[in-house]
């Protein structure tokens, strides 16, 4: 749970800073730096070594997370809806 969650807010921030560089900027070469290094941990390679593996995992985490969350949603509905019809 809490690996995941940690995968996933990286995967979050990191897509935000490279959606907005405005907030990093990009002018100078110390930006610059800063958004190759975002731009690397956001499609999973930190210096040589790839963690595109670990990034799959953050994905599959988000996809489960949202199925889970539309059945939650669906079942509490149905509930509700039952117990509605049942008074």
Known sequence: GLISSLLILMMCITGFLLNNKSII????????????????LHTGTIGNMSIVWLIDIGALCMIICTISGIIM?????????KNRLKK
């Open 25 to 40: 900027g990009y002018s100078t070469d110390t930006e610059l730096n800063m958004q190759k290094f975002i731009f690397a």
């Open 73 to 81: 949603l669906v079942n509490i509905r149905y509930a509700k809806r």
